[in-house]
């Protein structure tokens, strides 16, 4: 085989270094300012300047120093968090600092494209005990990168520009917290100075709780409030993969006790959930403290803004002892000997209000920053993959009568229309985004129509009745909703997103609607549409064919008729109005094929495909 152009392996292109952690006990190489020490939870912040702990003028000659502009790679644990140097730094030996030769590779490009490869490269992974790969392995990794330093740099402004809008979204959000403890001083101000005072327990409905004691865990997973759910400060459900698990009935039983209900509030090393809503059972693990307020007394709202200042942080999770770095969780007991002020319960109530809007703003920007987030993925598949002119080749389907345009031409277009709207998706919202996306799509399909692109491209139009676009989109929703519960999933996912290629260079289904003579009924497709409409249609449909063939059955009752795609794009939600009946017709065929082959009827496939298999 030969070897694929501007394929590099990385150790080609840069030097690796490990790093190394100077002895704990030797108080003497730490400092509090001097060289930035950079641990796995300083990365994923871009440039790194400032770090939590420093190393002195000792410590410094205990470690592998790297230079300003070094990417750092997370190699044990947390495989794949990447970060910059902004300075001369040092990190710990959880991390591999690649400096590249600037002379063929910018590091700017470097970094993007280790982010873009991160979850391809965690799949190398050692997943026994502790995730974890080696300096050579990552060495070895191969990426695409363009000769010419002017194109890296091209490259690298274009995703700098959808990587702002994350930021700039991601910085309305911090404000918003901000707010919230801004607000709280102005209402309470003089009360939390002279207002009276009594212990914590007297305000709580019961004893402050912890979870499930080890001795009553269920075996097996359940769905519980863990770590990664304190990343926000109200809960965001069930994680994609317990769904299935929860609809099915799972054989274990929890007391409910041990439930989170909405006016808990969630305590764990330090940090704190408001729960203002439960959408999905939730049980506490035994590392998490339950604060339940008398409500009568004090408001949830109150409460937990009151533990949420900064000079409750120390308290709530401070240090072991003086001088110790180390630090440890508040136990339940002490939580309730901690002193609170009697608070007005007006105010309580006009700060409550004020709380639950701004927990409304802050779930859409939420919303906001996974669409940015999302658009920014799809600028680096577009533009950090291998070989895209040779992909779009190899990747291209075709039918009889229909003429494609391949994915290196829809994507030099596409990537400009990208480009010209990433300054109007800095002040909308999501709907915003996904009107943009359209107008933007549509007036790419006139360019390829009417040979814009600067290349003759001719479609020969392809007519559909009403009733065979709409028997196509049936088949297209299926393709969806339903995968293999086996080993086969993966195969099935790669033939699907090839078919969905066609028309979109990137494809992630975000909503099903299926239509009947009564109107819509909205099938909503998880973060992963994988882990739950997949697992409940496939417990019931055998196979794709009986899932399509009960939506196909003429019936007075209501039998879909109709369905619809809605799904993440290049540039945010848009719907399958984008597609014309050339690429539905190809796509439905292509479907088609695979949901017969996955029902045990590919043999059958050639009295579709005709005698030349076409």
Known sequence: MSKKKNMYKLESLARLISGRTPEREQKE??????????????????????????????????????????????????VGKVGIAGRELATNQQIVSLIFDETRVLPLYGYYALRYHAEEIRKLSNQTTMALISRKTLGQY????????????????????????????????????????????????????????????????????????????????????????????????????EKAEVNAGADWAIEEKYRVCPGDILLRNGKLILVDRVEDPLYLDRSVLRIVPDQGQILPEALYAYLSQSCMSEVLYGARKEGDNRKRPIRAAEVEKLILPQLSMKKQEDYSRCLKKIREIERNLDREIAL???????????????????????????IEDVEIVTKAETEESTGKDL???????????????????????????????????????????????????????????????WAPRDERTGAYCKKRQEIFRIAQPYFQPAAVSFTDKKGQREYLLEKDFLTYRNEELSKRYATPMYFLQ???????????????LAFQGEDGIATD????SAQIRQMAVCGWEILMEYSGLGACGWLVRGENGK
């Not at 730490?30 to 300047?49: C, F, H, M, S």
């Not at 399909?445 to 009403?466: A, C």
């Not at 939506?551 to 879909?560: A, F, H, I």
């Not at 109005?577 to 014309?580: F, G, Q, S, V």
């Open 29 to 78: 190489y730490y400092a509090e300012t001097g060289t930035p020490w950079v641990k796995i939870e300083n990365l994923d912040q871009g440039y790194i300047r400032e770090t939590a702990e420093y190393l002195s003028e000792q410590g410094k000659e205990k470690v592998n120093l790297v230079p300003e502009n070094s990417v750092l790679f997370s190699i044990v644990g947390t």
């Open 372 to 398: 940015a987030e999302a658009a920014f993925s799809g600028m680096g598949w577009l533009l950090l993959r291998k070989e895209r002119e040779e992909e779009a080749k190899t990747d291209a389907i075709s």
């Open 419 to 481: 480009e010209t709207m990433a300054d109007a998706k800095t002040s909308e919202g999501a709907a915003g985004e996904a009107e943009q996306t359209e107008a933007g799509l549509q007036e790419e399909k006139s360019k390829v129509v009417s040979g814009k692109t600067g290349k003759r491209m001719q479609r020969r139009p392809v007519e559909l009745s009403e009733e065979q676009k709409q028997t196509a989109h049936l088949i297209l929703g299926v393709l969806c909703c």
């Open 550 to 564: 009960e939506l196909l059955q003429e019936s007075e009752n209501d039998n879909p008729q109709d369905a619809h």
């Open 577 to 580: 109005e984008l597609w014309d």
């Open 142 to 241: 191969r990426i695409y990168v363009p000769d010419s330093l002017e194109k890296q740099q091209k490259i690298v402004d274009k995703l700098r520009r959808f990587e702002e809008i994350k930021l700039k979204k991601e910085e309305m959000r911090s404000r918003m917290e901000q707010y919230e403890q801004v607000l709280f001083q102005r209402i309470f101000s003089s009360q939390l100075r002279y207002g009276e005072k009594a212990r914590l327990r007297n305000y709580l409905k019961e004893p402050v709780g912890t979870g499930i004691p080890k001795n009553e865990e269920p075996n097996g997973e359940f769905p519980c409030v863990r770590l990664e759910n304190f990343r926000k400060t109200y809960l965001t459900g069930l994680h994609a993969g």
